[in-house]
């Protein structure tokens, strides 16, 4: 790999939908699927703009650090990061959500020589707690022959404040491809530190909507952690549209695709669409654009954060 990293910001495409020219709204794909240091690799997305930066830390660290985090059964976070693993050559652990869960996202990781340690959903639980990473910290001392200061917990989904940060950088090629300050910007949600490092980026000008993937009502609560408490910035979460919780969708969408990927077609004039995030984020725009909620003449740009599964 080379150093610096450089990676080629992805297109933003016009979307010419039928629903949006109805509306008279113009829509945009801003496709950061395709934001990769290694095209074509499950080291692609949102979770490469949270991890550069700490890779970028690797690449110039002598000693390499073994890299530790968490992640469930078909976590896009866990396959970069085992994928990150192997192209930056450090080690990575990542404790796996569920005692028997196995499918092929996770034996890849395995084949990008990431160690896959599962726990019980019980224990995973207290993968913030600080007791328990200092007792798994003593042990992968033990058990990788590291010293304790060379061992980096990464949060769940890669959720850091420099990841967060990175985000900027997503604002602003956005903002520069498309020649002006887009009017809304939407985009999924997970953890929601894609979401907040947006927010954080964004001006006045700029509504931000959020979507989460997740069943539930705290998603606002979580992304208002990462931003002071006084911002000027537009935002809000638009929780109808998680269909179902996390990787739950409507059967009709999926489709057969090649390798690992699983796909949705959530109607005509649109590609197959990543179905945990993405296809949930496009079906809930082109219903709101419908029912009128956004300006005419308004600029949308719809963040593809990427995505495996
Ligand atoms: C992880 C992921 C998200 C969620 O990102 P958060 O920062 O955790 O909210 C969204 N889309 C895709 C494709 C992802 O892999």
Partial sequence: MP?????????????????????????????????????????????????????????????????????????????????????????????????????????????????????????????????????????????????????????????????????????????????????YVCLSAGTGGTAAGLILAATSVTKVEVYPALRGNWMAEEIGKWLPAAQGVNWSCIPDYHYGGYGKFPAEWIVAAPGLAKRANIGPHLPPLEPVYTAKLFSGVLDRIAKGAYRKGGTIVLVHTGGIY
């Fill in 3 to 183: 150093t610096p990293l450089v990676v080629k910001p992805g297109p933003l495409e016009l979307l010419d939908h039928p629903i949006a020219r109805a509306a008279g709204v113009k829509l945009y794909v801003k496709r950061d699927d395709l934001y990769s240091p290694a095209p074509g690799t499950a080291l692609q997305g949102n979770k490469v703009r949270k991890l550069l930066p700490l890779l970028e830390e690797v690449t110039r660290l002598p000693a390499k650090p073994l890299l530790v985090s968490f992640g469930g059964a078909y976590s896009n976070h866990l396959s970069a990061l085992a994928t990150a693993g192997r192209l930056f050559d450090t080690p990575v652990v990542v404790y796996v959500r569920g005692e028997e869960v196995d499918n092929a996202l996770l034996r890849q990781a395995e084949a990008d020589g990431a160690t896959l340690i599962r726990v019980s959903r019980q224990a995973y639980r207290q993968k913030t707690a600080a007791a328990w990473l200092a007792a798994r910290r003593r042990e992968l001392v033990a058990q990788f022959d590291v010293p304790a200061e060379r061992i980096w917990f990464i949060p769940e989904g890669g959720t850091t404040r420099q990841g967060v940060a990175a985000m900027a950088g997503l604002h602003r090629e956005i903002t520069h491809q498309l020649g002006q300050i887009p009017d």
